[in-house]
C-alpha cells in the first residue's frame, strides 16, 4: 500500500486528498526550517530575562548600542547605572553614603564590637609563630600610589586584596608624608591566601591548618606604626564590598589587587565600583600579567567599555577615573 492510501471501513484501499497534503508538509525540509524559526523566536520573546547578561551587554556596548554616560555624579559613582545593564546589579540594597568621620567607628562597631582589633595584639598563642615584619608584596611601592594619593588626597581608601600588608603600609606612609592623618585604609582580604601558597611562604606559619595571614598582616602593620590608618576587614571580597554598600561606607580612591582570573576581578571591579565617590578613582595591579589568561585586563577593559570610562596605565597598574 502507497504511503497516501488509506484502508476503508471494509477495507478497500481508497486515496486521502487530506493525507497526501500533510505527508507532502511533513516530509518537506522546508517545514522543519519554519518550525525551528517560529521555535526560535517564540522562546526570545517570551524570555523573561537574558540569562547570559553580560555577554549580550558587552555586545550591545561594543556595537554603541547603549549610552552609558561617561561622567557620573550623584551620591556615589554608580548610582546613575542605566537601566539596560539591570543584570549587572551586584548589590540592591546600598544605602545614601554616611559621613567620612563616621566610616572607622561604623566598621568598628559593626565588625569588631567597638573595639580595635589591635587592642592587645598579638594574641599569646600566635606571638611566637610571628616575624617582627614580613613585607612581601607584588609592585606594592608602585609610582601609581604616590600618584594617585596626591592627587586624590582621598580620607577613605579601600584595598581589594591586602596579603601581607605591602602596598597598604606604603599608601599608610604616604598619607603621611603628605600630612593625611586622618586618612582611613580599609584593607579587605580573607587572608587565607590560595591553595598552596606556603610553598612559597614557608615562614607564614599555620596552626592546624590555620594560616597566620591575618596576624602577620596585623603585626607587619604594628611594626611599620600606622594601625591608626588601616583597619583589616577580614572576609571575601565580595561579601564585603556588598556589605559596605549597605553600610553606606565610600571611597576616594580603590585598589584592586584581590583574585585576578576574570570572574573574580569583575566582581570585585563591579562591586568596589558602587562605593566610589564622584571624582573618586579606582585603580589595580596586573593589567599586563600573562597569567590567569589576562583575566584582570579583559574584566578592566570590558568594565570600562560598558561604562564608556577611560583605562589608563600607570606602571604595572590600571586605572580609571570616575570624572
Ligand atoms: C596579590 S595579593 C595582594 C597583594 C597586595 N595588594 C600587595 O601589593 O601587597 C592578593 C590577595 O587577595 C586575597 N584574595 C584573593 N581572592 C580573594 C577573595 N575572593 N576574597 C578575599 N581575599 C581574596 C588573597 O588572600 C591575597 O592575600
Redesign the pocket.
Known amino acids: 500500500m502507497k504511503d497516501h492510501e488509506i484502508k476503508s471501513l471494509h477495507g478497500n484501499r481508497i486515496r486521502s486528498p487530506k493525507r497526501s497534503l500533510c505527508r507532502t508538509i511533513f516530509t518537506s525540509p522546508l517545514f522543519y526550517l519554519t518550525l525551528a524559526f517560529l521555535a526560535f523566536f517564540a522562546g526570545y520573546y517570551t524570555a523573561t530575562s537574558n540569562p547570559f547578561p553580560s555577554s549580550s551587554a558587552a555586545a550591545a556596548a561594543a556595537t554603541n548600542n547603549i549610552n552609558f554616560p561617561s561622567r557620573l555624579a550623584s551620591a556615589t559613582a554608580a548610582m546613575t547605572l542605566p537601566p539596560e545593564i539591570d543584570n549587572f546589579r551586584v548589590a540592591p540594597n546600598c544605602i545614601d553614603p554616611i559621613p567620612t568621620d563616621l566610616i572607622r567607628e561604623t566598621i568598628l562597631t559593626r565588625v569588631y564590637g567597638g573595639a580595635s582589633p589591635f587592642d592587645n595584639f598579638p594574641p599569646p598563642h600566635v606571638a611566637n609563630s610571628l616575624r617582627h615584619r614580613s613585607l612581601k608584596?607584588?609592585?606594592?611601592k608602585g609610582a601609581v600610589f604616590r600618584h594617585l594619593i596626591e592627587e586624590v588626597r582621598p580620607k577613605i581608601i579601600i584595598?581589594v586584596?591586602?596579603?601581607?600588608?605591602?602596598?597598604?603600609v606604603h599608601m599608610a606612609t604616604l598619607t603621611r608624608q603628605l600630612g593625611l592623618d586622618d586618612t582611613l585604609i580599609l584593607c579587605?582580604?580573607?587572608?587565607?591566601?590560595?591553595p598552596g601558597f606556603r610553598e612559597q611562604f614557608q615562614f607564614i606559619n599555620h596552626i592546624n591548618g590555620d594560616v597566620m595571614?591575618l596576624y602577620q598582616f596585623m603585626q607587619n602593620v604594628v611594626y611599620s606604626n600606622v594601625t591608626d590608618s588601616v583597619l583589616p576587614l577580614p572576609?571575601?571580597?565580595?561579601s564585603t564590598l556588598s556589605r559596605l554598600c549597605q553600610w553606606g561606607v565610600t571611597a576616594d580612591l580603590i585598589?584592586i589587587?584581590?583574585?585576578?582570573e576574570f570572574n573574580?576581578a569583575w566582581s570585585d571591579i563591579n562591586r568596589a565600583f558602587r562605593l566610589l565617590r564622584p571624582g573618586g578613582v579606582m585603580f589595580g595591579?596586573d593589567y599586563f600579567r600573562m597569567g590567569d589568561n589576562r583575566g584582570v585586563r579583559r574584566a578592566v577593559n570590558l568594565f570600562a567599555q560598558i561604562y564608556g570610562l577611560r583605562v589608563q596605565t600607570d606602571g604595572e597598574h590600571w586605572v580609571i577615573h570616575t570624572s
Open positions: 608584596g607584588w609592585g606594592s584595598e586584596g591586602t596579603f601581607l600588608g605591602a602596598s597598604a579587605i582580604d580573607d587572608f587565607r591566601g590560595w595571614l572576609f571575601s571580597t565580595g585598589e589587587d584581590a583574585g585576578h573574580s595591579h
